[in-house]
């Protein structure tokens, strides 16, 4: 039961604080993504409960005989009800992203630049979007309506982050489109990235209800992709932001870069091998698995699709040593100067990146690291 002696305006928000610990106790039972009927359910008492109370506060600020500070209160009251009803159209669309429906055959360049010309208009500015498919159309079976709010919640979790650059990059390469949405926002640590996908989870004060990560990943998951997420805050990177890299599959009939050399992973003094494979799963492709530069026996297809060893720095005298002679090999040297994060360097390079889905591909393909703003 309410407190009569409660101040209206602290009744919602205790009223939101107690919603946010329901559906926190409905995640331990389930995603609530796979809540379906009884998110509506809630979604429309929730609905109904706000109606009444907006009402009442719309009535009340009619009244000429009004003080200043009852009016302050109830306008708060009302922007308690806004941000509830924003909170609870989050939890809505989760509901709803793994509901199927019959899929299209979409341009994904469209879908991003429609996006950004309907929902960020003002902040168009703020974006560029560069496609490196050979026909500048990448495409892909989904849905679109779907599609367009996973990317409208990757782009606010940038603006929310006080991002001034958000840089968008799309490209098709084997059988995966790759789309990276790089800022130079606030970013995080790398102890808050174990959080990032969690539902309520949020690094920002005052500014969304920690869903928009959950949607965007529950949508691309559905259609059949991953997403990882990259930090660019740390001290000797100068850059602070994000890099979120989305893989999705792509249609058949679309133009795709072919990648496919022969990789080995030689594992000797590799210390996260499970992260390492993971990002090239993501990717469609599945490394050889070797212990030493020893153990690598090349194929005939190595002197036209080319060699990549990825590996510690200790193992690159015996790979010089080993490849000498053979201009197709290529390494890729693993190094790991954070708990938990992977760097990497092409042989002879003292610049080291993220060891992300982007990065390799690049590697793979010769192309130069994307340029944003930060410092």
Partial sequence: ??????????????????????????????????????????????????????????????????????????????????????????????????????????????IISSCVDTHFREQKPRFSLQSVSPEKSILIDGDHEKLELAFINAFNNSLEADAKNINVKIAAYN????????????????????????????TKHNAGAGLGLCIMR?????????????????????????????????????????????????????????????????????????????????????SSAGTLVIASNVLVPDLEREFRDNPAVKFLIVEEPYEEVLFAKGHGSNRAEHLSEDFIIRYLCNEEPPSVGGA
Avoid: W
């Fill in 1 to 110: 039961m309410p407190d009569n002696n409660m101040h209206p305006f602290e009744e919602q928000n205790g009223a939101f604080a107690r919603l946010r610990q329901a559906y926190s106790a409905l995640e331990q039972t389930r995603p609530l993504r796979d809540l379906g009927l009884s998110t509506i359910m809630v979604n429309h008492d929730v609905k109904n409960y706000m109606a009444v109370i907006s009402g009442y506060a719309a009535l009340l600020l009619r009244s000429k005989t009004l003080e200043d500070k009852s009016r302050r209160m109830i306008e708060n009251m009302l922007q308690a009800v806004i941000k509830l009803q924003d909170f609870n159209t989050r939890v809505f669309e989760i509901s709803g992203v793994n509901q199927q429906r019959a899929a299209q055959v979409l341009d994904l360049g469209l």
């Fill in 218 to 302: 529950s949508v691309i998951e559905a259609h059949g992709g991953g997403v990882s997420i990259y930090s660019k805050n740390f001290p000797d990177q100068k850059q602070h932001g994000l890099s979120v890299q989305i893989v999705l599959p792509v249609n058949k009939k679309s133009a795709v870069t072919a990648v496919r050399p022969e990789i080995f992973l030689a594992r000797k003094e590799l210390n996260n091998t499970a992260a390492l494979l993971k990002k090239f799963k993501n990717l469609r492709i599945i490394p050889r698995i070797v212990d030493s530069a020893e153990n690598i026996e090349l194929s005939t297809q190595s």
């Fill in 175 to 202: 059988s995966t489109a790759l789309i990276v949405i790089e800022d130079d926002g606030v970013g995080c640590c790398s102890r808050q990235f174990s959080n990032l996908f969690k539902t309520f989870y949020t």
